[in-house]
C-alpha cells in the first residue's frame, strides 16, 4: 500500500529553520501533487503549501509565504519543506499527503495519502 512518513521535525528557536522531509513509498506516482499541512492543538487543521506533480509550480499559505519552500525529487519519491524565520505560531505537527491528480489544491478533503505527522515545536 501506499506510504508516506515525515521527518525533521524538532524544538527550534524563533527565527531558526529546519527541513522537513516526506519519503514515499508504494504505488506513488511523480506526477501527483504534494502538500504539507499542520495542526496545532486546539485548532483544525490547515493547509501550508503545495506542489504541482511537475515539480514547476508551488503554492503556499499566506502565514508562510516568504518563509517556507517547498520541493521534491521525484526520483527519490521524496517531498522536502524547508521552513526558515520560524514563529511561535509555526508550532504543531506537520503531515505530508498526496493527491491522485496532478493539480494542486488547498482541501485536505483532496488529497488521498497522508502520513502519520512529525512534530515542530518553536520556541521563545
Known amino acids: 500500500q501506499v506510504q508516506l512518513a515525515e521527518s525533521g521535525g524538532g524544538l527550534v528557536q524563533a527565527g531558526g529553520s529546519l527541513r522537513l522531509s516526506c519519503t514515499a513509498s508504494?504505488?506513488?506516482?511523480?506526477?501527483?501533487?504534494m502538500g504539507w499541512f499542520r495542526q496545532a492543538p486546539g485548532k483544525e487543521r490547515e493547509w501550508v503549501s503545495c506542489i504541482r506533480g511537475s515539480g514547476l509550480r508551488t503554492y503556499y499559505a499566506a502565514s508562510v509565504e516568504g518563509r517556507f519552500t517547498i520541493s521534491r525529487d521525484g526520483a527519490k519519491n521524496t517531498l522536502y519543506l524547508l521552513m526558515n524565520s520560524l514563529k511561535l505560531e509555526d508550532t504543531g505537527m506537520y503531515y505530508c499527503a498526496a493527491r491522485a491528480t496532478f493539480y494542486c489544491s488547498t482541501s485536505d478533503s483532496e488529497y488521498e495519502y497522508w502520513g502519520q505527522g512529525t512534530q515542530v515545536t518553536v520556541s521563545s
Open positions: 508504494g504505488p506513488t506516482s511523480d506526477r501527483d501533487a
